[in-house]
């Protein structure tokens, strides 16, 4: 680079993305050559080799020797062939220093590499909103390789996502909008998480999603409590105040501190090798389906403990009864070590084979 020269000082910058077109200046530059050939072999009678030969020479202005002398009316055609491509010459320059100084052809393959990946996402969970929430979220998912694609319309955010170490499937798009969820694959995702900065952009978020998806999980976050009535009717599963749970959370450990501390331990994934999990009578295999609590052995074959039960009617009852059965709807909640809850996964997915 000269020095003292700074590429954004070029007009290209203040051109509009929209005027440099790389197609346009292809079919230009391919129009040229097909013209310039046909022109030499119409006006001089030169053979197809000739033409060519005539056209790459005249297109690249490097003045070899003509072959044959031109006739006026080949010498006009020249001449108005010359001048054609100094501007047709001028406009592929242009785009190209466009889309390699501006880094468009770069980051039009890694979009096309981004939207290729989702494209193939299955039961994938779809985040819209990256500010605070968004971002724990999806460090959340990025340690527990859960596949998710993170919806976000600010460049800045967008920035951050692209800067992160954690390589995370995006769409710079608006999350209220029916065609930008299709492309996240709303239809094939497990989930959708609307964190938004704004109630209303949530609500919105949350009713495309439900008409797209009658059947997805949908959570959404609320700052107003008059908000959370809204988004419950316009199809969220879940609704979640962080103020209130932040508050809740704060008064707890005022009544409770030891209860709260012990639970804060236990979840916590850095200090602890605690963990919790959720099995839905959906995901257990035919032959477990309709057994007792008892039956299952899941104490004695895989050390972990069942501590909650959730009913079909979304009612809970903790430290159920042995002989509870499972029933269409239900599911029960799991406490053990990493290791364990692994030993129960494959517990249940070869229950079979026992």
Known sequence: MLPGFNFRQLNIYRVPSTFMNVRVAVILLVADVLVSIFGFILIEGYSLVEA?????????????????????????????????????????????????????????????MINSSIEKLQDHIIICGFGRYGREIATHFSQHNIPFVVIEL?????????????????????????????????????AMISALSDDSDNVFAVLTARQLSPKLNIISRAKDFRSQKKLLMAGADHVVMPEQIGGFYMA???????????????TNEYRSDIGFEEVPYDDLPDSCQGKSLRNLNLRKETGTNIIGYKAPDSTYQVNPDPDTVLSPGASFIVLGSHEQLKKLRRYIEHFDEQ
């Open 252 to 266: 707890t450990l005022v009544s409770k501190p030891g209860a709260v501390e012990f639970f804060s331990f236990i």
């Open 154 to 190: 600010d460049e800045q955010k967008i920035d951050l996502i692209q800067k992160s170490e954690d390589k995370y499937l995006y769409l710079q798009e608006d999350a209220t909008h029916d065609e930008v969820l299709l492309k996240a694959g709303i239809e094939r995702a497990k």
């Open 52 to 112: 060519l030969y005539m056209t790459m020479i005249t297109l690249s202005t490097v003045g070899f020797t003509e072959v044959q002398p031109l006739s006026p009316p080949g010498q006009l055609f020249t001449s108005v062939l010359i001048l054609a491509n100094i501007g047709i010459f001028a406009y592929a320059l242009a785009v190209f220093s466009y889309y390699v100084i501006q880094g468009e052809i770069f980051k039009k393959m890694h979009l096309n």
